[in-house]
């Protein structure tokens, strides 16, 4: 019996043994790599902005009134000189009117100072009148002159507020909006209201984005643009970048600057308001030797230890991992390459990126498998309590 028993204990101890042994591990990563390829890279600043025609026109009133007539509605073609509206222009009538006799008035008086004046001279020449006559009736003559002049401003004044009632169309385009009814009151003493918005031509159009600050430097003019817009998803459209405006704008600290990009729009199918989705391309590559961006953010474990380590301070940082996104002009990096199971650091001079891949310059060839992760189940051995050692077991 406790010969049975010795030989249970030994084949446990046996099967325990190996189950630990096997388990533990050598250490040795298994790493994940990709090939160093060959592709076209295109490098884009992305932005938002709203489509707006590139001439566009409100037209208001410059006196108050009552809307009698309209002639024109929503996506109405007009051309310039049309009559648009039209103002009921009863009271600017009868202003004229109200003027045109307080003119004539003025002209009778002018008559009569210019006779009296007349015959004062001819008294003061035949010693028949005082001198002082003459200056007074001069100086009469005189008043009722610009009086004349006053009541004939007024005459034309009136003249252009009637012809004020009539509203035209101010450029050739598209009306596409009308802000007001017939028989609404506009009142003129503040501002100008409103009556119609109307667009040069929606075939022609422009996109005002905002362009962050720190992607403004590689936005110039004549760059291509690839856009979108929420009514056509699964549509790109095609435009220019044609003014970089020097005018920030900040907004809760971000600051952008207005970059106006031009649009053809032959069909209409673009309409002013819409949000679109930009994507300025600063740079391509046509069959460009690149590498994936997770390349440039691997670091073996033991160089991760030493960064995270407070009391590690290694005196050349390691370069490459961070951002993946990088810039035209960008230095020197270090990535990993797979050699004989081990990892190689490899100094790289990189160029432009799309966000996936980046373009290498100097460093790689192409097939080159460059690590971009790291398998460490097999290198982190578990700490497994052998069950048979200490204690154990007692017998009799």
Known sequence: MKKLIVLIVVIALAAGGWFYFSNRGDGAPQYQTVKVSRGDLTQVVTATGTLNPVINVQ??????????????????????????????????????????????NAKAALELAQVTAKRKEDLVAQHAAPQADLDSALATLHEAEATVKIKQSNLEKSKVDLDHCTIYAPIDGVVISRSVDVGQTVAASLSAPVIFTIANDLRN???????????????????????TVDAFPYRTFQGKVTQVRNAPTTVQNVVTYDTVISVNNEDLKLKPGMTANVSIII???QNALRLPNAALRFRPAEKQEKIASPSATPANPPSGGGR????????????????????????????????????????LKEDDDVITAANTTASAAPQTTNPFSGGGMRFR
Do not use: C, W
Request: net charge negative; glycine share 10%.
């Open 324 to 363: 993946g996104h990088q810039r035209v002009g960008t230095p020197m990096r270090t990535v990993y390459v797979l050699s004989n199971g081990n990892a190689q650091p490899v100094e790289v001079k990189l160029g432009i990126s799309d966000g996936i891949f980046t373009e290498v310059i100097e460093g």
């Open 205 to 227: 159009m422009q996109i005002d984005s905002n362009v962050a600050e720190a992607d403004v430097g590689n936005v110039e003019a004549d760059q291509n643009v690839n856009f």
């Open 59 to 104: 037209v208001g009133s410059q006196i108050s009134g009552n809307i009698q007539k309209l002639f024109a509605d929503y996506n109405t073609p007009v051309k310039a000189g049309q009559v648009i509206a039209q103002l009921d222009p009863a009271i600017y009538q009868a202003v004229v009117h109200q003027a045109e006799g307080d003119l004539a």
């Open 283 to 285: 740079a391509q590559r």
